[in-house]
């Protein structure tokens, strides 16, 4: 996936997801694309972040930190993405940066 690189003030690289990349990862799973932004933005998200509780849930290890490392390298790192904080309690959700 391509990312623009910035410097944040404590010249820390980031990785800042671009609109190509929401729109690979939604044609990679043969999901429609919005027209709006936004939107796009949300329901790339959204997928990932039920694909990844899912995942953990059917790793079902009995060391639940391993699951998540598994189903994080599985989702996220071998498209060259970087996650940040999720949840799957309530409503999945998860930062991806």
Same mark, same amino acid.
């Not at 980031?14 to 939604?26: E, R, S």
């Not at 309530?90 to 940066?97: F, G, L, M, P, T």
């Given at each position: 996936?391509?990312?623009?690189?910035?410097?944040?003030?404590?010249? *820390? /690289?980031?990785? *800042? /997801?671009?609109?190509? @990349?929401?729109? *690979?990862?939604?044609s990679?799973?043969?999901?429609?694309?919005? *027209?709006?932004?936004?939107?796009?933005?949300?329901?790339?998200?959204?997928?990932?972040?039920?694909?990844?509780?899912?995942c953990i849930?059917?790793?079902?290890?009995?060391?639940?930190?391993?699951? /998540?490392?598994?189903?994080?390298?599985? /989702?996220?790192?071998?498209?060259?993405?970087?996650?940040?904080?999720?949840?799957?309690k309530?409503?999945?959700?998860? @930062?991806?940066?």
């Open positions: 996936m391509n990312t623009k690189t910035k410097t944040n003030k404590s010249n *820390k /690289i980031v990785n *800042k /997801i671009t609109h190509k @990349d929401y729109v *690979k990862i939604l990679y799973y043969k999901m429609r694309l919005p *027209k709006k932004n936004k939107t796009l933005k949300l329901k790339a998200e959204k997928l990932l972040a039920t694909k990844l509780c899912k849930k059917k790793v079902g290890l009995k060391n639940e930190q391993r699951s /998540i490392a598994i189903c994080t390298n599985s /989702i996220f790192t071998r498209k060259g993405l970087r996650r940040g904080n999720f949840t799957c309530k409503r999945a959700r998860v @930062d991806i940066s």
